[in-house]
């Protein structure tokens, strides 16, 4: 059974927007596609406003929503952060993660956003014991997506050292006392309970891709193990490179290589693998990038909150390296604002406006990450393209004045996830009228939040 | 007569934040305050979430809000965006001045913004001869604060120049064409006109004070004249320094010092004046602005998108220079995103966290702007002071999960103009349940803007 939407606006990629499109959505796909429609057809849900593909978030660490609002207390660095946020860590439990990610994810949904890649290393019990379930809290990530309504690709992360410390035998600290539920032990352990993960799971908005921590918590011999279950998989791997000097040197320190070399000499070939950050990455570094085909995943306003940088965007994109972004710590979870801030913080950086075009920040917002998460039909509007989009009002005092040339641009760098009036996801309407269809949001993240903040 | 507000929770100052707080408003002052009051008394009107005092914008200029999203189509710099806003400032006239202003103000009221310092230089009729009354232009933006209910400095502004150009016998350039209408000839008849408006006006939410508009467009003698008027007058003086990396080498090859120099050189004593950006401003500039007592505005979501650079606000801070900030060119009318932009960029460019703590950008965004603008008494919850204040409620998805331990940070990191509920200004209510309790925002908004920007 087919189902219409008719969108008063609607932007099909390029730097035009259409005017009256009617989309038939047939199961979870875009079966047709026509503009010019004056008005809404008998039987269609009027979507007005600007529609767009679903927004991806590429890079996400849902249990990070709890520290939102909870870490400006004092001055510090990167690394104190951190502290914090492994308390956080410390305290969940298959059920109150799932609680936490499903509202979390609900949230996003109400941002616009289709899909999200979880880059998930909360494996085993606080202890380091593994769960009954070896994939527990993995499950948990999945069911709370599913019942949030958003597409999933979660990226189940090896993770098996506590930081490079040239000075030791092996180069690696042990595990800190908060890391160790992040370990399999080694990557032929954290192979197998993915295997069965990926047999478990059976959604067709579900995907298991893979994730390697850092150059910091993955050795090479490990990483390039990890790639070869990538590819063998034909998943995705993302990989959190060069997001801090110290990163850098100490890679350095211990390989002689930057953490980009470390691990595209490791992964080998790179047409799936992302990574993540490369805030420090060198123009060497970039040119490798750009010569394995691998993409970059930003993360601007987690990269301002936690004092990382600016990174090369410019040259990033200038070599061709695909982009997408993350909204990874979830100070804010809000695409466009991510998409507009990489631009933003180039302006800032390099004193030019325009680095990057409209259409360009609104790719990386969204078929930029569907195609870095696995995903490669969606993230568009066309026939055919997976049945994931969203709608943005034009009525706020943010977008009042906004006219037909200048609608794209004006979403991009004028629009909120406040603005965000629609959601579909795999033909299904998750949000409508600003309000999930399934979940309570509001009232979810507070108890959530409260649950693992409490002490 | 006396009014009651009872606050849920209120910032009175310092870092904690209080429940249960009733201000008795009598006239346009808060006569009392009472924490610990466990439900609204009778007759109160109950303020849910965060009551904070009203946000100041301390550098405004009305009508860029009708270039909101139509300069992103092309690559360029501040000046290519510059010949941009200069043909929209071409199109104005009293009449759409004041409807457009009107609009962007009611915008700042639901944004929690109770006062605007608006810099004004869209003097005269666009061939430069001056309207019938030569204060129609300054009058009209009167009538848009008064009439969308926000306190208003208007910040009389003096233009003179083109340009600078070392080659040229006086060191400026000819005003260009669009520039005419800013200019009264000399700075004897800006201060001759400017009194003329100073005795029209005599809201007691208007002030009249100056500005001049930067070292590009007046002389040194010009600015020593324009700051013995505000000297004599008990007024702020407001001046653009150092946005432009080739504004200081301008400034340095007419006069062998650099802008912040060569104003405060001229402008004698410095407590009243206010230096708009600093951007550029070097150790040595931010040294003599502390020792002038000057100030500083920033306005970091305007220099990001001019691509105008990060400025030195830790050093400015430490050198104890009072900051408040300003949303300039309206690409964004958020008061509580610039004062964390100022935080978040210094992150990016210094890689700390906590240059500055939630208290010191809570108070940029509220008494460092009132101050600025020449209201001593505005700015805080405290008997005596003006009876401005605004609610954040904390209900939305951004701030769900917020506690009381955390509820001042959660504002200023996560709001956004969006959860703004309710503004008093002067013991008036004007905006009530996110509802402007006069003006249809978005609709005449949208009016205004497309008015101006049709061709």
């Not at 990610?101 to 593994?130: D, K, N, S, W």
Request: glycine share 10%; proline share 4%; hydrophobic share 40%.
């Amino acid at each position: 059974m087919s189902r219409l939407y008719w969108c008063e606006q609607a932007w099909l990629g390029g730097a035009r927007v259409n005017s009256g499109v009617v989309l038939e959505v047939n199961g979870d796909r875009i079966r047709a596609l026509t503009s010019g429609v004056l008005s809404p057809p008998a039987g269609s849900l009027r979507l007005s406003g600007l529609t767009i593909p679903a927004l991806a978030n590429a890079h996400s660490h849902a249990f990070h929503r709890a520290l939102r609002g909870r870490t400006h207390n004092a001055t510090g660095t990167f690394w104190t952060w951190r502290d914090l946020m492994y308390r956080t860590a410390t305290s969940l439990d298959p059920d109150n993660y799932y609680r936490l990610a499903r509202a979390t994810f609900a949230e996003m949904a109400l941002a616009g956003i289709g899909v999200v890649g979880e880059f998930h290393y909360l494996h085993h019990q606080p202890c380091g014991r593994p769960y009954a379930n070896a994939n527990e809290m993995g499950s948990a990530v999945v069911a709370a997506a599913q019942d949030a309504g958003i597409r999933l690709t979660l990226l189940d992360t090896v993770y098996l050292h506590g930081g490079i410390d040239p000075q030791t035998t092996d180069g690696y600290l042990p595990l800190g006392p908060e890391q160790v539920r992040f370990s399999d032990g080694d990557v032929g352990c954290w192979a197998g309970r993915v295997d069965e993960l990926l047999a478990a799971v059976s959604s067709p908005t579900v995907r298991v891709g893979a994730a390697v921590h850092s150059v910091r918590a993955v050795d090479p011999t490990s990483i390039e193990a990890a790639a070869a279950w990538t590819r063998h998989h034909d998943a995705p791997l993302h990989v959190h490179a060069s997001e801090q000097p110290a990163e850098n040197q100490q890679c350095i320190a211990l390989h002689g290589a930057s953490p980009v070399e470390v691990i595209l000499e490791a992964a080998g070939t790179g047409e799936n693998v992302t990574l993540v950050h490369a805030t420090h990455a060198s123009d060497h570094d970039v040119a490798l990038l750009a010569e394995a085909g691998a993409g970059c995943c930003l993360c601007p306003t987690t990269e301002r909150d936690l004092a990382d940088g600016v990174g090369p965007a410019e040259t990033l994109a200038n070599a061709g390296v695909g982009l997408c972004v993350g909204s990874d710590s979830h100070a804010v979870v809000d695409i466009l604002e991510e998409a507009r801030a990489v631009e933003l913080d180039q302006r800032t950086s390099t004193l030019k406006r325009g680095v990057f075009d409209v259409v360009s920040l609104a790719t990386m917002a969204t078929s930029g990450g569907y195609r870095a998460l696995g995903w490669e039909d969606g993230g568009t509007l066309a026939p055919g393209s997976l049945a994931d989009f969203a709608t943005v009002s034009l009525d706020s005092v943010r977008l009042a004045g906004t006219d037909a040339k200048n609608v794209l641009a004006s979403v991009i760098y004028a629009a909120t996830s406040a603005d965000v009036t629609h959601l579909v996801v795999a033909g299904r309407p998750v949000v409508v009228d600003r309000t999930h269809t399934s979940v309570d949001v509001e009232a979810e993240l507070s108890a959530a939040v409260s649950e693992v903040t409490a002490s």
